[in-house]
């Protein structure tokens, strides 16, 4: 069955946009012409993936004071650039966006989609969302809260995700008719503020053609997509110092921390598990000179992964050779140093009161573990 025309369809979102939207930093006042600031929306759009609007503001304010332009970020070091998206998470996306600012200040903007698409980081979502609201091209925007919206309006069964190639054909009319930016970013707004997972549908400007609130079917359109359960592992992580400075794995190029400088970790088992409860001491014979510190744990949670993590420091008296892949760092330099979360929190923890722990043969053994790789 063909979809409704979308220009009369959808023309009750536009003055409820206007009447609506929140006063976000990256949007344009005049939603009739081109974004006076590409680079802008560029900058949000990458903060904006598997992010929410009110975590992402206060990082993009600080992002633009220090980045404003795209040659700024550009001609910015790697370190530094991870240094200021510490936190924020997925920090793929921080590398992504560096190296297309330093495509786009060598060569300009491109001036069609398929040049969106080629820049690093731009899925086909972040392309047409840039393109719709930086350049004011009808190109349709495709994310989570789209496809709800136009999911329960058209009453698409089974996950509106299979009907994207005819999504992205019937839309274009009516974002030409009503501003590529002002409809892109209105869907943005209804999926955001009231067609949530849990729909609010008083007070929304399509209630009365919604088909799935007609057919008082919203609870199940779209269907609730199940996700896999993170996998659990349970860990050490190990500040290890000696006169030489601290023990640290420099950045990696690819992976879930790309780009940020990290603690060593080795598995926890056994009396390793325990480390951190209070009254607990290593038993065994006395190790080569040091001291050892621990906090409480906690639970780090990332998309796929739910780490236990027992952070723990130890001091060796006399420092031996980095292993490979590991790096002496002095104290002054550590604090400059771009890290993830788990690893900031560790940081912080260094300044804080621990509970002092036997040294022992135990307390060897995982800095051992960490400087020979077994």
């Known amino acids: 069955m063909p979809f409704p025309d979308p220009v009369q369809l959808l023309a009750p979102l536009a003055p409820w946009f206007e009447a609506e939207r929140r006063a976000l930093p990256w949007r344009s006042l005049d939603l009739d012409r081109p974004?006076?600031?590409?680079?802008a929306v560029l900058v949000s759009e990458f903060m904006l993936q598997q992010t929410q609007v009110a975590t992402v503001i206060p990082y993009f304010q600080r992002w633009m004071a220090r980045f404003p332009t795209l040659a700024a970020l550009a001609g910015a070091s790697e370190e530094e650039v991870h240094g200021h998206w510490a936190g924020l998470g997925y920090y793929r996306r921080a590398r992504n966006l560096h190296l297309?600012?330093?495509?786009?200040?060598a060569r300009g903007w491109p001036t069609d989609l398929d040049g969106l698409l080629a820049l690093p980081g731009l899925g086909p979502y972040?392309?047409?969302?840039?393109?719709a609201q930086a350049f004011q091209w009808p190109t349709p925007a495709l994310d989570g809260n789209a496809?709800?919206?136009l999911a329960r309006l058209l009453a698409l069964d089974g996950d509106p995700r299979r009907a994207a190639p005819a999504l992205r054909a019937w839309l274009p009319p009516?974002?030409?008719a009503h501003g590529p930016s002002r409809l892109t970013q209105a869907i943005m707004e209804l999926g955001a503020t009231?067609?949530?997972p849990v729909p609010q549908c008083p007070g929304c400007p399509l209630r009365g053609t919604c088909q799935a609130h007609l057919q008082d079917r919203t609870g199940s359109i779209p269907p609730v997509q199940v996700r896999a359960r993170p996998r659990d592992t349970e860990l050490y992580l190990l500040a290890i110092s000696a006169p030489a400075g601290w023990l640290l794995c420099p950045p990696a190029r690819q992976g879930l921390l790309?780009?940020?400088w990290s603690w060593p970790l080795i598995p926890a088992s056994g009396a390793a598990a325990g480390a951190a409860e209070p009254g607990w001491a290593w038993p065994g014979p006395p190790a080569p000179a040091g001291s050892a510190r621990a906090w409480p744990g906690w639970v780090q949670v990332y998309t796929h992964l739910r780490q236990t993590v027992h952070p723990l420091a130890l001091h060796l008296e006399a420092a031996p050779a980095a292993p490979a892949g590991l790096t002496w760092i002095s104290p002054a330099e550590l604090a400059t140093l771009a890290m993830g979360r788990r690893d900031q929190r560790m940081r912080t923890l260094l300044d804080q009161p621990a509970m002092l722990l036997p040294w022992s043969a135990e307390a060897w053994a995982a800095a051992r573990a960490v400087l020979t790789g077994r």
């Open 35 to 39: 974004h006076p600031d590409p680079y």
């Open 100 to 105: 297309a600012a330093g495509i786009l200040a």
């Open 126 to 131: 972040t392309a047409a969302a840039l393109a």
């Open 147 to 149: 496809f709800r919206v």
């Open 174 to 176: 009516a974002l030409s």
């Open 194 to 196: 009231r067609c949530a």
């Open 258 to 260: 790309a780009g940020l």
